[in-house]
T-cell receptor, first 113, second 113 residues
Framework: DTAVSQTPKYLVTQMGNDKSIKCEQNLGHDTMYWYKQDSKKFLKIMFSYNNKELIINETVPNRFSPKSPDKAHLNLHINSLELGDSAVYFC????????????FGPGTRLTVL | DQQVKQNSPSLSVQEGRISILNCDYTNSMFDYFLWYKKYPAEGPTFLIS?????DKNEDGRFTVFLNKSAKHLSLHIVPSQPGDSAVYFC????????????FGGGTRLMVKP
């Protein structure tokens, strides 16, 4: 009965590959997010998405793209992976567009070799 | 350019004593502030929040204080328990940036028995 789940938990891949991380929430929330925690442990927002709009943090390279097949899923696609993409990626969800509490998934540790 | 800063990377406190975690911000557009707690290999979990129209919010052992003029907030945990040992992240939201959280760098709290 996990609220926000992510797969895989660990992902090791070579530079230049394309990979995806899946996120699912069973809370009925209408807004989902992706965050990146870098090697210095800073958590930074990458995307916010609901059925009305996608908000992109301007610092995110366009190699990263979120895809939402339905309201409960927001997958993260990464093209042409680079060494600097190695990080822990967290998915989160919340209800509404106001200042709602966000529920986070357990994270996916991506290592690019 | 960190808009939310937690200047103490770590804090050690004796069980039963008060833990005070501090957070400073620079963006005067922030309207809402949250504290998240994170255990290793897990996603952040929401702890407590405060609106910019308030200066204090209390929930059990946890109290958050906001000083808008100083752009400073703090989280008080009393009494501290060993299970409180975790990394605590301060986060902020501005109403013109969707519901995207801007996180501080985190403070590792260690509560010694």
């Amino acid at each position: 009965d996990t609220a926000v789940s992510q797969t895989p938990k660990y992902l090791v891949t070579q530079m230049g590959n394309d990979k995806s991380i899946k996120c699912e929430q069973n809370l009925g929330h209408d807004t989902m997010y992706w965050y990146k925690q870098d090697s210095k442990k800073f958590l930074k927002i990458m995307f916010s998405y609901n059925n009305k709009e996608l908000i992109i943090n301007e610092t995110v390279p366009n190699r990263f793209s979120p895809k939402s097949p339905d309201k409960a899923h927001l997958n993260l696609h990464i093209n042409s992976l680079e060494l600097g993409d190695s990080a822990v990626y967290f998915c989160a969800s919340s209800q509404g567009e106001g200042f709602g509490e966000q529920f986070f998934g357990p994270g996916t540790r991506l290592t690019v070799l | 350019d960190q808009q939310v800063k937690q200047n103490s990377p770590s804090l050690s406190v004796q069980e039963g004593r008060i833990s005070i975690l501090n957070c400073d911000y620079t963006n005067s557009m922030f309207d809402y502030f949250l504290w998240y707690k994170k255990y290793p290999a897990e996603g952040p979990t929401f702890l407590i929040s405060i609106s910019s129209i308030k200066d204090k919010n209390e929930d059990g052992r946890f109290t958050v204080f906001l000083n808008k003029s100083a752009k400073h907030l703090s989280l008080h945990i009393v009494p501290s328990q060993p299970g409180d040992s975790a990394v605590y992240f301060c986060a902020a939201i501005s109403n013109n940036a969707g519901n995207m959280l801007t996180f501080g760098g985190g403070t590792r709290l260690m509560v010694k028995p």
